[in-house]
Structure formats: C-alpha cells, structure tokens
C-alpha cells in the first residue's frame, strides 16, 4: 500500500462545477500537509498549505481529518485554468527530520 | 524573487553515457533538495542538502548517481553511467526551512532526462 493515495482521476468538469479530491495517507504521526499544483510538462507549484484543521484561499479549501487519515482539496467555481494534476503531498516525520511524500495525483479537466 | 534554476531542460543521452544537472537555489535557502520524478507518478527524493551536507541521501542509487554542493549554494547531480530506466524528470527544489515540518519547498523547472 502506498503511503499516499490519491484517485487518478481524470476528473472531467464544466466551468463553474465545484469538485473535490481526497487523499489517504497512512503515517498517524504527519504533521503538514501540502497541495501541490502541476502542470503538463511542468513543475509541481505550491498551492495550499494545512498545518491544521484546514485551510482556505479564494476558490481552494484544504481540510484535514487527523482521525480518518484524509486530506481533501475543494475546488469552487472551476475555471479552464484549473486544469492540471493536484498532488497530496505529506510532511512525514523521519529520523528526527521531516520529509515530503508525495501522491501520484489527481488529474483535472475543466471543460467550457 | 527568481526562482530555482536548472539546466540543461533537457538531455538526451545513449546509455552507458554519463550525464550531469546542475541546479542554482532560490537565494537564502539553505536546504536543496533533488528529487525524481517518473511519468504518472509523484516526485521522489534522492538527496537532501543542509548547506553543504548531504543530511539525507538514503534514497540516492550510490553505484551510479553522485551529488555534491561545494560552497552550500548550487548543486550537480551526475549519474555515471545512465542506463535505460533513469529516463525520467530530475527535479531540484529548495526551502528556507531545514526539514521541519513547515516544510514548503519550492521547484525549478526539472532536467527532462531520456536515455537511449
């Protein structure tokens, strides 16, 4: 079992839908967690960090559920622009240091 | 604030060849980082850099690959000699934090590796 799991997806929307992915992650003992944003043939961009219960910046709301080992991302009012693929990433405690692990994403389509 | 850089974008190469990437931080960070990253799945790291110290290369393949920054600023990942499944995407990042667990790290565009 990977450490972090994601839904391939693709997860196919019109403009203007609200969609939403979840991520599992096993280690109990992770601290931080990221979404992170990519691109075709690009690198992965920082989008939202959740070093609590959650967080929230304009159209993008992380929440985190410590119990059941889940991260979700909330996409409001999908726009053409926000299709890409949306890694979950997990600051995973290691050693006395922290390490990313990532997820193999989460692919999205906005459609017009 | 310029961004992490990296070179070449991309690289072409016959097996058995070697190949190096060469990566230049955001200023100030402290940490690089260089990860792999095959296609469909997540970025996966080789080898971390707290100034100029290799803190974490577990995940580095130490028959072929080697790392090294020399004055704890940029950084150049060689494989020696590339076979067939190194063809993938080498990708540097960097933090201002060393590891913690504000732990946000920021990518430079990747060396787009194939190996023929």
């Known amino acids: 079992r990977k450490e972090v799991e994601q839904d391939p997806g693709p997860f196919n929307v019109p403009e203007g839908a609200t969609v939403a992915f979840n991520c599992t992650y096993s280690?109990?003992?992770?601290?931080?967690f990221f979404w992170y944003r990519q691109d075709c043939r690009k690198e992965p961009k920082l989008l939202m960090s959740?070093?609590?219960s959650g967080n929230e910046d304009g159209r993008f709301t992380a929440q985190l559920n410590r119990a059941s080992q889940y991260i979700s991302l909330l996409i409001r009012d999908s726009k053409l622009s926000d299709s890409a693929t949306y890694l979950c990433?997990?600051?995973?405690?290691?050693?006395?240091?922290?390490?990313?692990?990532f997820g193999s994403g989460t692919r999205l389509l906005v459609r017009p | 604030e310029a961004g992490v850089v990296q070179s070449p974008r991309y690289k072409i190469i016959e097996k058995k060849q070697p190949v190096a990437f060469w990566c230049n931080p955001i200023?100030?960070?402290?940490?690089l980082y260089w990860y792999l990253q095959n296609l469909g799945q997540g970025p996966e790291l080789l080898i971390r850099?707290?100034?100029?110290?290799?803190?974490?290369d577990s995940q580095l393949p130490k028959d072929r690959f080697s790392a090294e920054r020399l004055k704890g600023v940029d950084s150049t990942l060689k494989i020696q000699p590339a076979e067939l499944g190194d063809s993938a995407v080498y990708l540097c990042?960097?933090?201002?934090?060393?590891?913690?667990?504000?732990?946000?790290?920021?990518f430079g565009p990747g060396t787009r590796l194939t190996v023929l």
């Open positions: 990042a960097s933090s201002s934090h060393s590891g913690g667990a504000r732990n946000e790290q920021f």
């Open positions: 280690n109990s003992a992770s601290q931080s």
């Open positions: 959740v070093y609590s």
């Open positions: 990433v997990v600051n995973k405690l290691m050693d006395s240091s922290y390490k990313l692990i």
């Open positions: 200023s100030g960070h402290n940490t």
């Open positions: 850099y707290e100034n100029e110290e290799a803190v974490d």
